[in-house]
């Protein structure tokens, strides 16, 4: 009598418990691929691309990645593109374009397939999906105070000053002399800092102290860079 009174009651409580805990883990998901860092694959004459590093496999099998494309106009296109690995071509699946305020300008789903040519930025994104992606290496801040410029160059102007053990991602195109290009990931701010300012690190280094000894050894050299 008892199992037969209570059980049902018990299981229902279970089944809910269960779709609230998919529920949540669902919202997570959706929550981790909307904040991923944006990571800066390559150049061209159309603007900067930046790809998340989440693949998605869609029904087919097929890769699917968010990529974006940011104009020197400070205009966006946010597209969702599918990758055919075999054949070796693309398609935006969803591609959204913004002026530099944000104003949506088109929407547009389902594009053509296209082939991927070597030797351009298509090969760099499908390398992304399809083949190996790219380490991804960080500048560490090792000094207790540095200024970041719009050029690589001592008397660039200042557009941020940031603290040791501040890391930020490797622009792809480095170094330019002795100045590193970095960027910030979530708002994709570009930036240039001295060599002797910055430690290079992998991705999946975690950071430590810094070395005092050899920051001593290159603050009288950034000096001169920092004012």
Known sequence: MLQSKYVPKIRQKCVKLFLCISYLFGCLNTGYAQTQEWIYIAKSAEGRYYVKRKIDRLAGGNPAMWMKIVSDNGSEQISYTEWDCKNRRFRLKQTSTYTSDGTSLEQLRN???AAVTPET????LFEESCGTPR?????MIILSKVQLRDAPRADAQVYRTVKRNEKFPLAPFNPVGAWYQIYDPKTLAEYWVHGNAIKIISGDKKIGKSNKKSSRK???AIK???K
């Open 111 to 113: 594009l053509d397939w």
């Open 218 to 220: 290159t603050n009288t």
């Open 121 to 124: 930025v298509a090969e760099d």
């Open 135 to 139: 380490q991804i290496k960080y500048a």
């Open 224 to 226: 001169k860079i920092n």
